[in-house]
């Protein structure tokens, strides 16, 4: 009995999550690639949201107190942090596609930009400190753009000498940071082991 209400549980959570895909996708096909370069270009990060702090905490007071009856109504079936905050972007933000583009940037820690770079996220996050930033996504669009300095270099030559004792195949010489990155972050052994671990996890506990 329980095992079988177990199922349909999770049936009902995968239908939610479907659906939720299929909307998300629907509202980004309504774009055109102008526009989605566009709202992908917005700064999610350095930005005022109403009912949200500037370290990303839900201002419970200030909800209780301003926010509509609405609002206060679909927060109040969203108890997860998580649910909240991206219940809150779509509020501000006023789309779907924004709201999933700014949560996950906002979510985003030192553990994944590390990946990028063979670094631990302690490592990661003092290495974006010596540039004065603070936020991981704001890291990572300063590891990314096409904007060269000395310190910048020397992050990515550090980078290619331990691929090359990794034994990792490098890329041609007109390949960009952005290329090197994700060449790095594909054959990183620590990504590949939490990722592995993640989805053994998860698959334990569809049974």
Known sequence: ???????T????LLLALLCSLQSRAQQISDFTKAQRDSIAAM????RDYQFISDDFKLLREEIDCDASQQLKNKLSHRIAYKDSLFELLRYNLGGEYQAYLAFHRILKKW??????????????KTLACKFDIEHPHLFY???ASEESSADKR???NRLKNKLKEAD?????PSASYRDWMYHAFEHNPARVYVQKNYLKKNSRHKH
């Open 9 to 12: 549980s999770f049936f009902i």
């Open 111 to 124: 553990e994944n930009i590390g990946f990028y770079l063979w670094m631990d996220s302690e490592s990661t």
């Open 43 to 46: 700064d999610f990060i350095n």
């Open 141 to 143: 669009e300063f590891l």
């Open 168 to 172: 990792v195949e490098s890329l041609e």
């Open 1 to 7: 009995m329980k095992s079988s209400l177990q199922r």
């Open 154 to 156: 020397k992050i990515f």
